[in-house]
């Protein structure tokens, strides 16, 4: 039951959508039935129409057939009157051609003329045999070959257009006239404008020696749009007349185009060598914004004619000639770094050597070394920016293979940056290999100054504009380069041997002046010392001066352990006690031997001093390895020497002063005591009456001293 009533449920409900549907498409059923109805009486009209058609067609049919059967015997008739009607006109126009043909020339419509020729000639020629045939040829002939006169002279006419001269060329071309001919004569016709061009062009650059008329850019802009302009004119249309020609034959193709090719590269020659003059006219290093334009415009230029002719060598000439371009460019920047250098340089002489004026400091170096670094780095930014132009992205030629890799690395970075390095250190060697008793005319604190420059560059300097240049250049060649360590050696080798050399001007400056007061004075008969000579207080003078000179450049640096009684202390050959046992009056004949082999073992178990040994990059080191060689020239001078009493006692007296004042500059003061001692006892050794003067009035001298 109940799936009863659940069926009878879902029939009601089926029911309903059913009406629900019926009321809904009430209007469909309507129209669609009206449709059917008009269908119907459509169709029937169109039965009728289709059996009038098919009446008609037979009526057609039979008509069609009577006139066939009428007409059949006469059909042959016809066909053969209709081709004697053609051959007649066509007889009739091979009668009429002389006129025609004189006719057209006489109105130069020469295309029609040739036209009306090439449409008969080939009929007069199969018939040439037949007396009439053979008489209405020649005479066509005769007005042809004036035609083609007429024509050539057109040809070589110099005003004629370009579209002229085209129609000229294919009028003879259809008379059979000799290809070569024409490309030859079409080839020095265009030659005349073109060379023409270029010796306006040459004008351009001015006499010999002098200034070009026009700048780069302007220069370029002319070849450009006149000459390369007008030789691409003469490029197309040549090869439309006698490369490019529907009924191209192969031979003719190759020689037109073998002459095209040698034509262009013989004028575009002519072209770039005076580019090229023009370029080597641009000697300023300043902004070169024009020249690279200049240059972009020339290669975009080329780059269009390259593809017209790709067989001609013009991009590759055109690519080298921008390449050269580039090289001398960097190389005239180079000179530019070299001379500012120069400059620089002289700059630092002039002031070192200026005159001090009363109440004036002398040039501070610290200041002239920032200054002169300052100067020299800020010039290297600039050059790198003005060559930086030739990378520039809307340059056309920067992204050639060799801007992207050989410019980067082996131009700028080898040829210009670490070039100018190696020269910045082959300058400063330079002056190290002066000659002279004082160092030849190289102020000594230039080279101070140069060592402590190519220092810098070792420590910072070189890393950061090797740095700059390669992240503004993107160098990824892979080409090998100078490495920043071999640059950073050559810099700290350079410093090295200014400083060395520094140190040896400087100690012979002094040793010049110790060398001099000893043999110019009589150490025999001298008087009795009552002060400090005049040159030990100068040695003294000089060194204090080259300890601030070399302090406002280079650190302190380490000492050794000093005592606290460095000042006043009396060496052993000064003590009285050792004096008198060793220059005893009461000596025994072995005593001298004694004395020697006493002195001889003390050597023996001294440090031994390198005079010339290299110095460091401080001030203490400096002055240490100046003081050794001044002392030991003094040391030398007097072992040539023989004393009386008294010249040994000065000698006293100046060694005691040197050790009060030059201890305090010097690594370890035992260096001093040593060599002071040395002197000391060489003096005794040299000494006639060797009688020493007591500790206490030395030291009385030099205090009054």
């Known amino acids: 039951m109940d799936c009863e009533t659940d069926m009878v449920k879902q029939i009601r409900s089926l029911d309903s959508d059913m009406q629900t549907l019926v009321y809904e498409n009430y209007n469909k059923f309507i129209s669609a039935t009206d449709t059917i109805r008009k269908m119907k009486n459509d169709f029937k009209k169109m039965e009728d129409e289709m059996d009038c058609l098919a009446a008609n067609m037979a009526v057609i049919t039979e008509f069609s057939a009577r006139i066939s059967s009428t007409l059949q015997d006469q059909h042959e008739q016809i066909t053969k009157l209709s081709g004697v009607h053609t051959l007649l006109r066509k007889l009739q126009f091979l009668f009429e051609l002389p006129a025609r043909l004189t006719k057209c020339v006489e109105l130069e419509a020469y295309g029609q003329a040739v036209r009306y020729y090439s449409k008969a000639r080939s009929i007069l020629h199969q018939y040439q045999h037949m007396p009439s045939f053979q008489g209405i040829q020649d005479d066509c002939q005769k007005i042809m070959a004036n035609l083609a006169q007429k024509l050539r002279e057109k040809f070589r006419d110099g005003g004629s257009g370009a579209k002229d001269l085209a129609e000229c060329v294919e009028l003879l071309l259809q008379l059979d006239e000799p290809a070569e001919e024409l490309c030859d004569e079409f080839l020095s016709h265009a030659r005349c404008r073109l060379e023409a061009e270029l010796e306006t062009l040459e004008t351009e650059l001015g006499q010999p020696g002098g200034a070009p008329i026009t700048d780069i850019l302007e220069f370029i802009d002319r070849g450009c749009n006149i000459f390369v302009s007008n030789m691409c004119l003469v490029i197309a249309s040549y090869q439309e007349l006698f490369v490019s020609r529907e009924d191209k034959v192969q031979d003719i193709t190759r020689m037109a185009q073998d002459k095209l090719v040698a034509f262009v590269n013989c004028l575009m020659e002519t072209y770039f060598s005076l580019v090229e003059r023009r370029i080597q006219l641009e000697k300023g290093v300043g902004d070169n914004s024009l020249l690279v334009r200049a240059l972009d415009r020339f290669h975009r230029r080329l780059q269009a004619l390259a593809k017209l002719l790709p067989a001609s060598n013009v991009a590759a000439e055109g690519t080298e000639i921008v390449v050269r371009a580039t090289k001398e460019r960097i190389r005239q920047y180079l000179l530019a770094l070299q001379n500012f250098y120069q400059d620089c340089l002289t700059d630092v002489r002039q002031s070192l050597a200026a005159p001090r004026l009363a109440g004036k400091e002398s040039p501070n170096l610290a200041e002239l070394l920032g200054n002169m670094s300052a100067s020299v780095l800020n010039q290297i930014k600039s050059v790198l920016a003005y060559v930086h132009l030739f990378t520039a992205k809307d340059i056309t030629f920067s992204n050639k ?105 400087q100690g012979l400056i002094i040793s010049q002046m110790l060398r001099k007061s000893v043999e110019t004075r009589d150490w025999v008969n001298t008087i009795e010392p009552r002060n400090v000579r005049a040159v030990m207080k100068r040695v003294v003078e000089d060194t204090t001066s080259i300890d601030v000179q070399v302090g406002l450049l280079y650190e302190e640096g380490i000492r050794k352990a000093q005592s606290s009684d460095s000042s006043k202390r009396t060496f052993s050959v000064y003590s009285s006690s050792r004096q008198q046992s060793r220059y005893a009056p009461s000596y025994t004949p072995s005593a001298p031997l004694d004395t020697n082999l006493l002195s001889n073992i003390q050597k023996l178990f001294s440090e031994r001093i390198d005079i010339f040994s290299p110095v460091e990059f401080n001030k203490v080191s400096v002055l240490t390895g100046i003081i050794k060689i001044s002392l030991k020239t003094f040391l030398e001078c007097v072992r040539l020497r023989t004393f009386g009493r008294y010249g040994l006692q000065q000698i006293q007296v100046d060694c005691y002063y040197l050790q009060l004042y030059l201890w305090r500059f010097v690594c370890d003061e035992n260096l001093v005591h040593f060599l002071l001692d040395e002197i000391v006892g060489s003096t005794a050794h040299r000494c006639l009456d060797p009688v020493p003067m007591e500790q206490s009035v030395i030291e009385v001298i030099c205090e009054r001293g």
Do not use: W
């Open 401 to 505: 293979p060799y801007f992207k890799g050989e410019f980067c690395s082996q131009g700028v970075r080898e040829g210009l940056i670490v070039g100018f390095i190696k020269s910045i250190c082959q300058t400063a060697r330079q002056f190290c290999e002066t000659t002279g008793d004082k160092g030849g005319s190289t102020p000594p604190t230039l080279l101070l100054l140069l060592s402590r420059l190519c220092l810098d560059y070792e420590t910072s300097t070189i890393s950061y504009i090797l740095t700059l240049t390669d992240e503004q250049f993107l160098v990824q060649d892979h080409t090998p380069i100078t490495p920043v360590t071999s640059l950073c050696a050559e810099a700290r080798e350079t410093a090295q041997r200014l400083l060395n050399h520094y140190v040896k001007v």
